[in-house]
């Protein structure tokens, strides 16, 4: 079966202080994507990150980085200084190279940051 | 840019009322389309998977003749809400999953939604 876990439902932090969103995923499949997405109060899916199963190396783009492991099938994000912009839902998914697929997303974790 | 187009993004109408939501692909076709439905505070539930030329998919519990959605062409596909009632308030997500320039980076494509309130 495949399932998405975002244990933290809710995250509050002051503005400049590092916060790290938790991501578990399970799957049998031993090709997939995982993704991040952030979605604002609007309400639109703005993509984060992809990342396929075969690779392993973190990645950090400005303030945001990731932290991938097979291992414990953990795909953990790290937002560092967080901004009052950076407040939003933030979603964790998994995808397979088939189109044709679905994604999983996880519940969701709320961030709020406080000014 | 967008390379998902959904239309309309906000609908408010009276209850009983049908209402059409529409996904377009604007660079790339899509052979598959997903229909996603978003309660306040909660994740992405999948109602359907739709593929171009063929009837929907729908998940357990969704209603096919409540939401019908049609597949028509590899750059549209459309999800109708029929004789809609204020629970079927929501948030409704399309996404496109296809070939094209864009498809290298993303599997799948995210419209912006359209908030559906039914009074």
């Known amino acids: 079966a495949q399932k998405v876990t975002q244990a933290q439902t809710e995250i509050s932090v002051v503005e400049k202080e590092d916060v790290t969103l938790d991501c578990v995923y399970e799957t049998r499949d031993t090709t997939y994507y995982l993704f991040w997405y952030k979605q604002p109060p609007s309400g639109e899916l703005v993509f984060l990150i992809r990342r396929n199963s075969f690779d392993e190396q973190n990645e950090i783009s400005g303030r945001y980085s990731w932290n991938f492991q097979k291992s414990t099938s953990s795909f953990n994000f790290t937002i560092t200084a967080s901004q009052v912009v950076d407040s939003a839902v933030y979603f964790c998914a998994l995808g397979f190279l088939d189109t044709g697929n679905q994604f999983y997303f996880g519940t969701g974790t709320s961030l709020t940051v406080i000014p | 840019g967008a390379v998902v187009s959904q239309h309309p993004s906000r609908v408010i109408c009276k209850s009983g009322t049908s209402v059409k939501i529409e996904c377009r692909s604007l660079?790339?076709?899509?052979?598959?389309m997903f229909w996603y439905r978003q309660f306040p505070k909660k994740s992405l539930m999948l109602m359907a998977t739709s593929n171009e030329g063929s009837k929907a998919t729908y998940e357990q519990g969704v209603e096919k003749d409540k939401f019908l959605i049609n597949h028509a062409s590899l750059t549209l596909s459309t999800l109708t809400v029929t004789s809609a009632h204020p629970e079927d308030s929501s948030f409704y997500i399309c996404?496109?999953?296809?070939?094209?320039?864009?498809?290298?980076?993303?599997?799948?494509?995210f419209g912006d939604g359209t908030r559906l309130s039914i009074l």
């Open positions: 996404s496109a999953g296809g070939q094209g320039a864009s498809y290298s980076n993303q599997p799948q494509h």
């Open positions: 660079d790339f076709q899509a052979t598959t």
